[in-house]
């Protein structure tokens, strides 16, 4: 199904903060948004998830706000922050103060959680994928709140971007609250969530061409960009990790955005 009106393409970089030192996921930043990349993301983790798992690796949100000042155009964000590692108003209020520091520039993408290592080292209860995805629910509107509340208020209305597919709850939520989908498999996985997706926003009343359709990307976008595309996905996210950070497939997609947008 071809989406009548697209949005504009975006790419994304995740710059995992696995096995580098800060000093080379800086550079890498920075040469990023010199390439011309829209959002560069990070994970919320507290160990790496490929190779050596006692490697390098950094905290999420002390980054962003390193980020928000070390970079100047680029959006900024996770992908996703885990919803059990932080009390949501205080979640709020850091994601208030590091729009602030952006001049308006992040993204706050959160979902349930699911790496069981993050939990048992750090001390957090893993219970049940079930449990997890209500508490999501449950803080959701409490971040919301927050929000409203918070002096000063953010600079925009911050967007959301919720990750994860489970098409009974996930996809719920992400029709009740956020402003980008990020999903996850091939095509034809994205095409029929997308769909259960559309679904949940017309049980709610809510036009779904107000959520962004996102997705990583693995290989180059001669190979699956049309075909997401004309799924009507439109933020597309390349991958990198240390310690080499080869940017080869982001410029491959920000060259084939420049030709979509064009």
Known sequence: MTIPEQRPVRIGLQLQPQHADYGKIRETAAQAEELGVDIIFNWDHFSPLT????????????????????????EIGALVTCNSYRNPELLADMARTVDHISDGRLILGIGAGWFERDYTEYGYEFGTAGRRLDDLAESLPRIEARLGKLNPPPTRRIPVLIGGGGEKKTLRLVARHADIWHGFGDAEVIERKAAILRGHCADIGRDPAEIELSTAVRSGPEEVGPKLRDLGVSLFTAHV??????LTLLRDWIAWRDTQNS
């Open 241 to 246: 990790s240390g310690p080499d950070h080869d």
């Open 51 to 74: 190779g050596d798992p006692d490697g390098l690796h950094f905290e999420c949100w002390t980054m962003l706000g390193a980020w928000a000042e070390s970079t100047s155009r680029v």
